[in-house]
């Protein structure tokens, strides 16, 4: 019998030749400090997770039809090579699209879907609901917001208010 207790955690420090490419990428593009609000690079570093939310949340049972739509909807949205800004053309900037897509589609199905079946398929670093809660509020605010104010300056130029 062993002398350790069964719910002591278990640290494993790997040196940087043993750890994995996408962490050390990560590590070196964000910098996490609690309460900082998110970048453009930290979001678009969880970008492949919440895709795997969504394609997971897609195929499981509790997932009403329409939620299950939408989810697979936003998954072939990223995967497709014709998008409204093709990173392609655009490089990371293209990742955009993507995360107003995927953060449009995962706030609705938080909407209908209970979040302990979020949490379930999570396969990301910390909550869920804070990584997707991250990505909301940055398109509404980075995306969105802009967006808003080029209208305005393109309405305002032609009707002569700008």
Same mark, same amino acid.
């Given at each position: 019998m062993s002398s350790v207790p069964d719910n002591a955690r278990i640290t494993i420090e790997l040196?940087? !030749?043993?750890?994995?490419?996408?962490?050390?990428v990560r590590a070196y593009v964000?910098?996490?400090?609690?309460? *900082?609000?998110?970048?453009?690079w930290d979001l678009v570093l969880l970008l492949p997770d919440l895709a795997v939310l969504l394609f997971r949340l897609a195929r499981d049972p509790r997932?009403?039809?329409?939620?299950? &739509?939408?989810a697979a909807a936003?998954?072939?949205?990223?995967l497709s090579p014709f998008e409204l800004m093709p990173e392609i053309?655009?490089?990371?900037?293209? +990742?955009?699209?993507? +995360?107003?897509?995927?953060g449009a589609?995962?706030?609705?199905?938080?909407?209908?879907?209970?979040?302990?079946?979020v949490r379930t398929h999570w396969a990301g670093q910390g909550d869920a609901l804070d990584a997707i809660q991250r990505v909301v509020s940055w398109t509404e605010t980075q995306?969105?917001? !802009?967006? !808003?104010?080029? +209208? !305005? &300056?393109?309405?305002? *130029?032609?009707t002569g208010r700008g």
């Open positions: 040196n940087p !030749r043993e750890q994995r490419f996408y962490d050390r964000t910098t996490p400090q609690p309460g *900082a609000p998110s970048g453009f997932v009403p039809f329409v939620s299950k &739509a939408i936003a998954v072939g949205y990223v053309v655009f490089g990371p900037i293209g +990742l955009i699209d993507d +995360l107003a897509v995927v589609a995962l706030s609705r199905l938080l909407n209908h879907v209970h979040p302990d079946v995306v969105v917001g !802009r967006l !808003r104010g080029a +209208l !305005r &300056a393109v309405v305002g *130029a032609r």
